[in-house]
T-cell receptor, first 113, second 114 residues
Framework: ELKVEQNPLFLSMQEGKNYTIYCNYS?????LYWYRQDPGKSLESLFV?????AVKQEGRLMASLDTKARLSTLHITAAVHDLSATYFC?????????????FGKGTKLTVNP | DTEVTQTPKHLVMGMTNKKSLKCEQH?????MYWYKQKAKKPPELMFV???????INESVPSRFSPECPNSSLLNLHLHALQPEDSALYLC?????????????FGDGTRLSIL
């Protein structure tokens, strides 16, 4: 059974600071996704990481994937209040020929002024 | 604006009612998904349709019945639900089920069972 663990689950940080969210998973997978969810809203796709060593950046967020370590990171640079949200990583598992996403529990990020 | 449209946005129903949730996408995607999300929890996969055929059913109780009338539409028929079924129901679509393309999520239907 594929398990996806995120840490921390809660993160409170000040504006302007840097921090990293970690996502570990238990079985081999080459595809990992990061999503953002605002309260009461749907999931917004942030990054798709498709190979070992993949690194993608968008604004103040940068995601990376190490498939050998089964680890992905989401790095936040110089946080701003607008980044406050819950961030989920999800790992792709093929089941019966179809893709199935298994989500981590999410990291609730609060950026304080 | 989301490219996956779900209706209704909110639904309140009694345990004896029958209702349906609807999902529509016009991106030409051939895979569609239903997820259930409880408060402060991650989404949990319920069903996957690939090319209009059910490919994954995550042991969902039969009071939830999915239907994919065509490649753009996905329904979830609800009957005799329980209070614990109250949740946000999310529909998603992707190009297909094996390309590694990100799933696009709708805004969800917030369901409350009285």
């Amino acid at each position: 059974e594929l398990k996806v663990e995120q840490n921390p689950l809660f993160l409170s940080m000040q504006e302007g600071k840097n921090y990293t969210i970690y996502c570990n998973y238990s079985t081999t997978s080459d595809r990992l996704y990061w999503y953002r969810q605002d309260p009461g809203k749907s999931l917004e796709s942030l990054f798709v990481l498709l190979s070992n060593g993949a690194v993608k950046q968008e604004g103040r967020l940068m995601a990376s994937l190490d498939t050998k370590a089964r680890l992905s990171t989401l790095h936040i640079t110089a946080a701003v209040h607008d980044l406050s949200a819950t961030y989920f990583c999800a790992v792709d598992l093929l089941q019966g020929g179809s893709e199935k996403l298994v989500f981590g529990k999410g990291t609730k990020l609060t950026v304080n002024p | 604006d989301t490219e996956v449209t779900q209706t209704p946005k909110h639904l309140v129903m009694g345990m004896t009612n029958k209702k349906s949730l609807k999902c529509e996408q016009h991106m030409g995607h051939r895979a569609m998904y239903w997820y259930k999300q409880k408060a402060k929890k991650p989404p949990e996969l319920m069903f996957v349709y690939s090319y209009e055929k059910l490919s994954i059913n995550e042991s969902v109780p039969s009071r939830f019945s999915p239907e994919c009338p065509n490649s753009s539409l996905l329904n979830l028929h609800l009957h005799a639900l329980q209070p614990e079924d109250s949740a946000l129901y999310l529909c998603a679509s992707s190009q297909d089920t094996s390309t590694g393309m990100s799933q696009h999520f709708g805004d969800g239907t917030r369901l409350s069972i009285l």
